[in-house]
């Protein structure tokens, strides 16, 4: 796997806190390495969409990374009621289901970017950099990197 700078939060160079909500758990392992790879935190999982919004408000993530096709709700739905009750929230749809109508009913409902699975590693890190943008990220060097 690449070596990332690890992305911190400017406001308190914190790790950048996920929430990872898929209905599979390889896919969320896959997230979770990813995200941690980036020097991120998953702060919660969730297999489905009700899960997703009780998980949300215990953890207030920085980011959600939301799968669209989940049981009992689907991500687009959960996406909407998250947005909803935290107009701040930052919903990334991350799914194989990458239909135009699909990535724009989610960018409709609240989502703030769209990443087609499978996931390369270069496009959630700059596709993170990009939905932090406001709160921005300060970025920590690897220790390969600051030897070079």
């Known amino acids: 796997m690449e070596n990332f700078a690890a992305l911190l939060r400017s406001k308190d160079n914190q790790p950048v806190r996920y929430l990872i909500v898929d209905d599979s758990v390889f ?6 390495r990813l ?3 980036f020097g991120g935190l998953v702060a919660g999982e969730a297999g489905d969409g009700c ?5 949300y408000e215990r953890t207030r993530p920085d980011i ?9 709700m689907e ?6 009621r998250i947005v909803t009750r935290f107009p701040d929230a930052r919903i ?12 724009v009913a989610a ?16 496009v959630l890190y700059d596709v993170v950099r990009y939905v932090m943008g406001e709160e ?3 970025t920590q060097f690897t220790a390969a990197e600051v030897r070079e």
Not at 51 to 55: M, N, Q, V, Y
């Open 107 to 122: 960018l409709q409902k609240g989502a703030r970017h769209f990443v087609q699975k499978p996931v390369k590693p270069e």
């Open 64 to 72: 959600v990374l939301m799968d669209i096709t989940m049981p009992q």
């Open 75 to 80: 991500g687009i739905e959960a996406a909407e």
């Open 51 to 55: 899960t997703a919004i009780t998980e």
């Open 27 to 32: 896919a969320r392992r896959n997230l979770a």
């Open 92 to 103: 990334v749809m991350v799914s194989s289901v990458g239909y135009q109508e699909n990535i």
């Open 35 to 37: 995200v941690e790879s």
């Open 136 to 138: 921005g990220v300060t």
